[in-house]
C-alpha cells in the first residue's frame, strides 16, 4: 500500500495522484496511452473527494468522468461534484468495488482477476474480456501508482451450456455446484484464505467484534404458547447459535429445558426448524436439518420424560407437522428420495402430503394428497373442531387454491373450496362448512370473508371484516374473538374483532414497534381458540423484545417480561 500524505480535502491530494498517474501514462508508448489515462481518470474519480461548485474549494476534474466516461481529451475541465459518498468535510467522494479510500491522505488496493483467467472473444462472456483486460492493465501499472494486487483464486471456465430454444446459453461455472468435488473444496478454502487475510488485516476488527460480542450477549425470549395444560417456550441464554425449547407451568416461570439443538452435534451443523406440539401437550415433533440443508428429519420426543420415541421420518421438506385432533399422529410433507450422492443437487418435485400415526414406520405412513403439477407446493392444516384436513397450494407466489378432505369419512376426496390461482386465501378458521378465509380478492390490503363449503363459488362469500386502510399481515382465531395483525405506516397494529367483524379495541403496542418472533416459533402473537389469553412480542430500532400478555375478556394488558438488551430504552426518542 502507498500512502499519499495530504490532509482530508487538501487540494494537493490531486495533484499528487494526478502528478503518479501521469508518470505512468508517460512511460508507455502508442496506443497504450488511451488505456492508462483511463486507468489514471478512474482512480481520480473513485478515489478523489471533490467538492461541488458551490464549495469553498472547487476543484477541477476531467469531463468524462463526470459521466463515468475515460479518455476526455487533455486540458478540458469542468467544475462540479461527482455521486457516491459524502464526505464529512462536505464534497462527495464515489466509491467502487476493488479499491479503499482511507483519509486523510489515500490507501489504494486493488483486487485483481488471477493471471490464468484467459480472454473470451465469445459475445456471451464479454464482462470476463473487460475484466480481464482491466486486470492486466492493473497488473502492468499497479506498481508505479502505489496499487498494491491481491490475487483471487482462479475459477476455471467449463464448457457447460444450456440449449433454449436453439439458443446455446453458456454456463461456465456449473462445475462450483458439485461441492462435493474435491477441486470445489480447494477453490472454496482457497477464496476463504483471501477473505479472512484480508479481513485480519483490519486494525478495528477485534474491537468491532469484542463491542458487537458485549450488546448481542443477552438473554433472549420467544412467545410463549400452551397445550394440553403445558407452556412452551423458545429461549437463548445470550450467544447460543440456536435458541432451546423450555416446558412450563405457566407462561412467566422458569421451567425446564426439553430441547436443546445446540447439542444435537459436536460442530453445531444440525439444526432445528421446525417444532410442533401435540394439542394434549404430551408429545413435540421436531424436524432437524444438516449443514444447512432444506432437507428435514423428523424425530417425536415424549414431554413427560425428555425421550425420543423411535419414530423417524426422512426425506421430508418445507412443512410443519400438523397434529390430528386426536393428537394419534401429525400430517407432513415429504419428497421422493434423492440419488445418493445428488441429495442437494436434484430438483426435488413434487411436494407429497403423508400422514404418520404414532408407534408406525414411515413406509407404513398414508399418502393423503399428491400434488398435480411438479411446481405446486402443498401445505396443511387441521381444523379446529378436527373434522376437516385444510390443504392449500401455492405454486410460486401468494396466490393459492384451497382444498378440504372430510376426515370422518374415510373414502372421501379433497373438496375445492379455493380451485384456483386467482387470489390469496388463508384459512382462518372454520364453523362446520363455514370456512372464514383472509384474502386480497377485491381487497389489495385484505380482508376477512366467510365461504361456505357447499357454495364455494367467490359471488357467495360474505365479507366480515372488510379492507382496511392499514394492511392485514395476519388473522387468528382466539378466544372466540378474530385478533388481526395490521401494519400502519411500517409498524403493528394489534385489533380485535368479534365474530361478525365489529371492531371491538385496539391491543395497546408501546411506542414505534412490530411484533416479534423467533426461527423456531416464527409468530409475534401466540393464542387458543378455547383460551382468552393472548401473548405478544414487541421488537423496535429502540426495543429487544418485550413479552406481553392481553385478556381478550377484560381487555387488560401487561408487560410479562421485560427485554434484558444492554441499553436503555428510555435513553432513546423514535419518531416517524
Given amino acids: 500500500d502507498r500512502v499519499l500524505a495530504a490532509p482530508a480535502g487538501d487540494p494537493r491530494q490531486q495533484v499528487l495522484r494526478a502528478e503518479t498517474a501521469q508518470s505512468a501514462e508517460t512511460a508507455v508508448p502508442g496506443p497504450r496511452r488511451r488505456l492508462v489515462r483511463s486507468f489514471r481518470l478512474r482512480l481520480s474519480h473513485y478515489q478523489t473527494p471533490v467538492r461541488g461548485a458551490n464549495s469553498a474549494y472547487p476543484h477541477e476534474i476531467p469531463e468524462a468522468r463526470r459521466h463515468g466516461r475515460p479518455g476526455s481529451r487533455p486540458g478540458k475541465t469542468v467544475t462540479g461534484g461527482l455521486g457516491g459518498g459524502q464526505d464529512p468535510a462536505g464534497g462527495r467522494r464515489a466509491r467502487s468495488p476493488g479499491y479503499s479510500g482511507v483519509l486523510p491522505g489515500l490507501r489504494c488496493t ?39 494486487m491481491r490475487p483471487y483464486p482462479p ?15 453458456s454456463d461456465p461455472y456449473r462445475w462450483l455446484e458439485v461441492t462435493e468435488d474435491p477441486e470445489v473444496a480447494g477453490w472454496i478454502k482457497a477464496q476463504n484464505e483471501v477473505n479472512e487475510a484480508f479481513l485480519a488485516a483490519v486494525p478495528a476488527r477485534e474491537a468491532i467484534g469484542a463491542r458487537l460480542t458485549e450488546l448481542w450477549n443477552y438473554p433472549k425470549y420467544g412467545v410463549p404458547f400452551e397445550r394440553g395444560g403445558r407452556w412452551f417456550q423458545t429461549r437463548n441464554p445470550g450467544l447460543a447459535a440456536q435458541p432451546a425449547l423450555y416446558v412450563m407451568d405457566a407462561p412467566d416461570s422458569g421451567g425446564r429445558l426439553l430441547l436443546d439443538p445446540n447439542a444435537l452435534s459436536e460442530d453445531g451443523t444440525v439444526a432445528v426448524g421446525e417444532i410442533n406440539v401435540s394439542g394434549d401437550g404430551t408429545l413435540l415433533a421436531y424436524a432437524t436439518s444438516a449443514m444447512g440443508s432444506d432437507w428435514q428429519t423428523w424425530r417425536v420426543r415424549d414431554v413427560t420424560t425428555g425421550a425420543d420415541l423411535d419414530d423417524v421420518i ?6 410443519e407437522a400438523v397434529w390430528r385432533k386426536d393428537d394419534s399422529g401429525f400430517y407432513y410433507g415429504a419428497i421422493e428420495p434423492a440419488t445418493p450422492g445428488a441429495e442437494y443437487l436434484e430438483a426435488n418435485q413434487p411436494l407429497k402430503i403423508f400422514f404418520h400415526r404414532i408407534g408406525t414406520q414411515q ?32 405454486r410460486g407466489s401468494s396466490e393459492n387454491q384451497v382444498h378440504v378432505l372430510d376426515l370422518s369419512d374415510p373414502g372421501a376426496a379433497p373438496r375445492p373450496l379455493v380451485p384456483d390461482f ?26 376477512l370473508v366467510a365461504a ?23 388473522a387468528h382465531f382466539f378466544g372466540g374473538s378474530f385478533v388481526c395483525h395490521y401494519l400502519r405506516d411500517a409498524h403493528s397494529v394489534l385489533r380485535v374483532h368479534a365474530l361478525d367483524g365489529a371492531s371491538v379495541r385496539d391491543i395497546p403496542i408501546p411506542g414505534i414497534a412490530s411484533l416479534g418472533g423467533s426461527s423456531i416459533s416464527r409468530y409475534g402473537i401466540e393464542g387458543r381458540p378455547e383460551s382468552d389469553l393472548v401473548h405478544f412480542q414487541v ?15 377484560t381487555g387488560q394488558t401487561k408487560l410479562i417480561r421485560p427485554s434484558r438488551a444492554r441499553i436503555d430504552p428510555a435513553a432513546f426518542i423514535t419518531e416517524q
Avoid: N
Wanted: charged content about 30%; glycine content about 6%; hydrophobic content about 40%.
Fill in 363 to 394: 413406509r407404513d405412513d398414508e399418502l393423503v394428497f399428491a400434488a398435480a403439477e411438479p411446481d405446486w407446493m402443498p401445505w396443511v392444516q387441521v381444523s379446529d373442531d378436527g373434522r376437516y384436513l385444510i390443504i392449500s397450494i401455492e
Fill in 422 to 447: 386467482a387470489s390469496k386465501a388463508i384459512v382462518v378458521a372454520s364453523a362446520g362448512t363455514i370456512f372464514y378465509l383472509r384474502t386480497d380478492h377485491e381487497a389489495e390490503r385484505q380482508r
Fill in 452 to 474: 361456505d363449503l357447499d357454495r364455494p363459488g367467490r359471488p357467495d362469500w360474505r365479507e366480515i371484516i372488510p379492507e382496511a386502510e392499514e394492511t392485514i399481515a395476519e
Fill in 155 to 169: 475459477a476455471r471456465l467449463g464448457t457447460d451450456a444450456d440449449d433454449y430454444h436453439g439458443e446455446l446459453v
Fill in 110 to 148: 486493488c483486487i485483481a482477476m488471477p493471471s490464468s483467467t484467459p480472454v473470451l472473444d465469445d459475445p456471451e462472456s464479454r464482462w470476463i474480456s473487460r475484466a480481464a483486460g482491466f486486470r492486466r492493465l492493473a497488473e502492468t501499472f499497479a506498481p508505479q501508482i502505489g496499487l498494491t
Fill in 539 to 553: 421488537v423496535s430500532f429502540t426495543e429487544s423484545g418485550q413479552l406481553w400478555s392481553h385478556d381478550l375478556s
Fill in 314 to 319: 426422512e426425506w421430508s421438506k418445507f412443512c
